[in-house]
């Protein structure tokens, strides 16, 4: 079985309390423990110990990052703990620099990951309904995916030298919810990726 680090990004808003991630992340562990896997779980709400957080990606064999879309992206407090654990995961904690040497300064740019072997899921939660995605008539995804939406963090994984497992989203989570419904495609994502 894994080490699986679940990370619930949600910023508390009053529209959006965060009761739908943290749904997710609870489905998570009590369907991973269920299969052998070991968990851990960070919050944005808790105090973010840099060195136990580099720890903690280190221990884990996957990471899940549990997060709503927040204009396109991660919400603030993760791009802060981004920022502050991501950089200094830079010293080989996380990757060797960003994979370039003297000798070929202009080659490999972000092939420095030391993560090798390890994975990681995204989980999001969108206002967006899913036809709004992979189709080119769509006013704002102009045909893109999510996952296309999603590329930078993507990138931020690869920098790492992870590998991605398929994302799971739900969609259209304020205006038209659909939420047993969404609760049993994580479970079904789970059963079949982990």
Same mark, same amino acid.
């Given at each position: ?14 529209? #959006?309390?965060? &009761? /739908?991630? @943290?749904?997710?992340?609870? %489905? #998570?562990?009590? &369907? /991973?423990? @269920?299969?052998?896997?070991? %968990? ?20 884990a064999d996957i990471v899940l990052l549990q997060s709503p879309v927040n204009w396109m992206g991660v919400p603030w407090t993760f791009k802060k703990y981004m920022d502050e654990v991501y950089t200094a995961g830079m010293a080989g904690a996380l990757c060797a620099g960003d994979g370039r040497t003297s000798e070929n300064p202009t080659a490999n740019y972000g ?84």
């Amino acid at each position: 079985m894994s080490n699986v680090l679940i990370i619930n990004a949600h910023q508390y808003y009053p529209f #959006a309390e965060g &009761k /739908l991630n @943290a749904s997710l992340v609870d %489905i #998570a562990v009590s &369907k /991973l423990q @269920a299969k052998g896997h070991e %968990i851990r779980v960070v919050t944005m709400t808790e105090d973010i110990d840099v060195d136990q957080e580099l720890e903690n990606h280190t221990w884990a064999d996957i990471v899940l990052l549990q997060s709503p879309v927040n204009w396109m992206g991660v919400p603030w407090t993760f791009k802060k703990y981004m920022d502050e654990v991501y950089t200094a995961g830079m010293a080989g904690a996380l990757c060797a620099g960003d994979g370039r040497t003297s000798e070929n300064p202009t080659a490999n740019y972000g092939a420095g990951g030391t993560m090798s072997g390890k994975k990681y899921m995204l989980s999001l939660t969108f206002n967006a309904p899913k036809a709004s995605f992979d189709d080119e008539s769509e006013y704002l995804f102009q045909g893109k995916s999510v996952d296309d939406l999603w590329f930078p963090m993507h990138m931020n994984f690869r920098f790492f030298d992870m590998q991605a497992l398929p994302t799971f989203a739900c969609y259209d989570v304020m205006k038209n919810p659909d939420i047993e419904n969404d609760f049993t495609r994580f479970e079904a994502h789970l059963n079949e990726h982990f």
